[in-house]
């Protein structure tokens, strides 16, 4: 054991110097206190492994003492050494943390078997709860390491996603011009190629608009930033601008709002949440309809945009929340979109810490409600 240094502690001058006696031969380092008070100065200026701790002593008691030198360095090892060995105490000593207990009087020969197997359970705890750290940090590594893995897969996908979708529009535009440089347009056709022209470089510009908006989205919301919406307010004008389109297709509009409520939101994200989704309405609507509805539903607020458009089947329900996606139906009806609407819908209702649904029948018409929690967020006026 040779080096390990040893601290006793107790009231008896003839206890303390009597197991310097006994453990200095052996190579041990000792030092003594003779109360609590010393032992704790001493302890903080040296390096201690070991602790020979009187349960009875006037002042702190060998067992508060005991509670503070763990506070001090959880590997000290305590071995309680008193006259009056109890159950009771012992009990007491081991559950505040000693490790032996070593009833008075003992032998030289008993004091040094308690201290050595003291120090071997001290480094064997020592090596115990490395190991576990190390364990620990292993583990922790290997988490972050798979977590990044999963973010790069998971960015370099959504990369390649954008690059394609990008590349799609721009692609057109470049066809278009070539075919028109080269004389392949007949000067009634021209027109109709600018219009298309215009028509691909407005949708890349949507698509670089919406991928900016959905990228700020993700970034969170700025608390500084959030300002009384009155969300009848919002939902009224976003119907009335785009009220327009609906009627140069026939449809009927109608808005109906049953609650007044307001709620801390950034400046747009409520504007963006209603436009696309009624915007969405007018367009996969070819007759009949698009209603909105604003209520207050067990302390939520609740706005459904119902539509009797062309509706949904089951399986695109679940895709249509991916960015870029855009079902064929959907194509068909609207030929021109982004597929990036709805996750701008989905970003906005959960950073509003609400829920969004979608009940739709395929060539029937979709029902999207919005629930947002009004509680949390509602202004005080
Ligand atoms: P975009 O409308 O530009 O295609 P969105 O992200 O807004 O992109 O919508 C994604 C897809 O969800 C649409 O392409 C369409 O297939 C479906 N969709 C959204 N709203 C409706 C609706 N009201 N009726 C039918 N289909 C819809």
Same mark, same amino acid.
């Given at each position: 054991?040779?080096? %390990?240094?040893?601290?006793?502690?107790?009231?008896?001058?003839?206890?303390?110097?009597?197991?310097r006696?006994?453990?200095?031969?052996?190579?041990?380092?000792?030092?003594?206190?003779?109360?609590?008070?010393?032992a704790?100065?001493? $302890?903080?200026d040296?390096?201690?492994?070991?602790? $020979?701790?009187?349960?009875?002593?006037?002042?702190?008691s &060998?067992?508060? $003492?005991?509670?503070?030198?763990?506070? +001090?360095?959880?590997d000290?090892?305590?071995?309680?050494?008193t006259?009056?060995?109890?159950?009771?105490?012992?009990?007491? %000593?081991?559950?505040a943390?000693a490790?032996?207990?070593?009833?008075?009087?003992?032998?030289?020969d008993?004091?040094?078997?308690?201290?050595?197997?003291?120090?071997q359970?001290?480094?064997?705890?020592?090596?115990?709860r490395?190991?576990?750290?190390?364990?620990?940090?292993?583990?922790?590594?290997?988490?972050?390491?798979?977590?990044?893995?999963?973010?790069?897969?998971?960015?370099?996908?959504?990369?390649l996603?954008?690059?394609?979708?990008?590349?799609?529009?721009?692609?057109?535009v *470049?066809?278009?011009?070539?075919l028109?440089r080269? &004389?392949? /347009?007949?000067?009634?056709? !021209?027109?109709?190629?600018?219009?298309?022209?215009?028509q !691909?470089a407005?949708?890349?510009?949507?698509?670089?608009?919406?991928l900016l908006?959905l990228? +700020?989205? *993700?970034?969170?919301?700025?608390?500084?930033?959030?300002?009384?919406?009155?969300?009848?307010s919002?939902?009224?004008?976003?119907?009335?601008?785009?009220?327009?389109?609906?009627?140069? *297709?026939?449809?009927?509009c109608?808005?109906?709002?049953?609650?007044?409520?307001?709620?801390?939101?950034?400046?747009? +994200?409520?504007?963006?949440?209603?436009?696309?989704?009624?915007?969405?309405?007018i367009?996969?609507?070819p007759?009949?309809?698009?209603? /909105?509805?604003v209520?207050?539903e067990?302390?939520?607020?609740?706005?459904r945009?119902?539509?009797?458009?062309?509706?949904?089947?089951?399986?695109?329900?679940? !895709?249509?929340?991916?960015?870029?996606?855009r079902?064929?139906? %959907? *194509?068909?009806?609207?030929?021109?979109?982004?597929?990036?609407?709805?996750?701008?819908?989905?970003?906005?209702? !959960?950073?509003?810490? &609400?829920?969004?649904?979608?009940?739709?029948q395929?060539g029937?018409?979709?029902?999207?409600?919005?629930?947002?929690?009004k509680e949390?967020?509602?202004?005080?006026?």
């Open positions: 054991m040779g080096t %390990a240094t040893i601290l006793v502690v107790d009231d008896e001058v003839g206890m303390r110097e009597g197991c006696r006994a453990l200095t031969p052996h190579g041990y380092q000792v030092s003594v206190a003779e109360h609590g008070a010393e704790l100065r001493k $302890l903080r040296r390096h201690v492994d070991l602790v $020979l701790l009187d349960a009875m002593m006037p002042g702190i &060998g067992l508060e $003492l005991l509670g503070k030198i763990h506070e +001090h360095d959880p000290i090892v305590c071995i309680m050494i006259g009056y060995a109890t159950v009771d105490l012992a009990a007491r %000593a081991m559950k943390g490790q032996a207990f070593l009833p008075k009087p003992f032998t030289s008993e004091l040094l078997s308690a201290v050595k197997q003291g120090l359970d001290r480094q064997r705890q020592i090596e115990l490395q190991q576990r750290e190390q364990e620990e940090e292993a583990l922790a590594l290997q988490r972050t390491q798979q977590e990044r893995a999963k973010f790069n897969a998971v960015e370099s996908r959504f990369m996603v954008v690059v394609h979708e990008l590349r799609n529009p721009v692609g057109v *470049k066809n278009y011009l070539q028109m080269a &004389g392949y /347009v007949d000067a009634d056709e !021209r027109d109709e190629y600018l219009d298309r022209l215009d !691909r407005t949708q890349l510009l949507d698509m670089l608009d919406e908006e990228a +700020h989205l *993700k970034q969170g919301l700025d608390p500084s930033n959030l300002r009384p919406v009155s969300v009848s919002v939902v009224s004008s976003v119907v009335e601008s785009l009220c327009e389109k609906a009627t140069a *297709k026939g449809l009927v109608h808005v109906q709002i049953s609650s007044e409520p307001t709620i801390k939101a950034q400046p747009g +994200h409520l504007d963006s949440l209603w436009r696309h989704l009624v915007d969405n309405a367009r996969y609507t007759r009949g309809s698009v209603d /909105v509805v209520t207050e067990d302390g939520q607020i609740v706005g945009v119902i539509d009797t458009g062309i509706g949904i089947s089951n399986e695109e329900l679940g !895709r249509i929340f991916q960015e870029f996606y079902s064929e139906s %959907a *194509k068909a009806q609207c030929e021109l979109g982004t597929g990036l609407g709805l996750p701008i819908v989905e970003q906005i209702v !959960r950073l509003y810490g &609400g829920r969004i649904e979608v009940d739709s395929l029937q018409g979709s029902v999207f409600t919005v629930r947002l929690p949390a967020l509602t202004a005080t006026p």
